[in-house]
């Protein structure tokens, strides 16, 4: 059930309906193995400004035959929390394979995989991937949505030729609409003066 959101933010779909979303972290399907504290529904939350932003990006690509698909925006502190209690139990390694398999678990803090705080919890930081509309199908962007090495970051060298230009469509595009890339992650992007720089929400997802 829809709850009362805080002022400032909204449900993606309420303001682009034509984005496609799936969280990950509302199911078994991540780098846990199980669902994350604080997703209790598969209900994308973001702030308002960013919602008006990713639907200016979506209106702009739909144009090209793509459409955007967002894994993850507002993430509760309860959910990082959630991350870092996981990064400490060392011998919990159901996803390591498919998530993170040339990395040992004890580095993922040090590596900057998994931090205490995140930006999503600032309300304004999306993660999200480019799909092919006539297809439905993902674009092949290289590596999974986070996947946890060195072919994640935007300009891996170990890229193909068409993965490179996928990543790029999308970066080229969120650019433009006032969002910043991070170094790390090529489906991670937060929004330039975001509404809420320094508060760390904490409301649950439903």
Known sequence: MAQELPKGFVYLNDVVPS?????????????????????????LIIS???????????EEILKKGFSLKVFDAYRPQQAVNHFVRWARVLNDT???REYYPNIPKRQLFNLGYIA?????????TVDLTLI????????????????FG????????KLSKKQLENRLLLRTVMLKNN????????????????????????????
Request: glycine share 6%.
């Open 19 to 43: 984005i496609e979303t799936e969280l990950r972290y509302c199911s078994h399907n991540n780098f846990i193995g199980i669902p994350i504290d604080g997703y209790e529904d598969n209900a």
């Open 179 to 206: 969002f910043r890339p991070y170094v790390n992650e090529w489906w991670h992007f937060t929004l330039r003066n975001e509404p809420f720089p320094k508060t760390y929400f904490n409301f649950p997802i439903k």
């Open 116 to 124: 205490s705080k995140s930006g999503h919890t600032r309300g304004s």
């Open 150 to 157: 060195e072919i994640s970051h935007p300009f891996s060298k």
């Open 48 to 58: 308002t400004k960013a919602a008006n932003a990713l639907k200016k990006v979506q």
């Open 94 to 96: 159901v996803k390591k």
């Open 132 to 147: 092919d509309v006539k297809t439905g199908t993902e674009l092949d962007m290289g590596s999974p949505y986070d996947f």
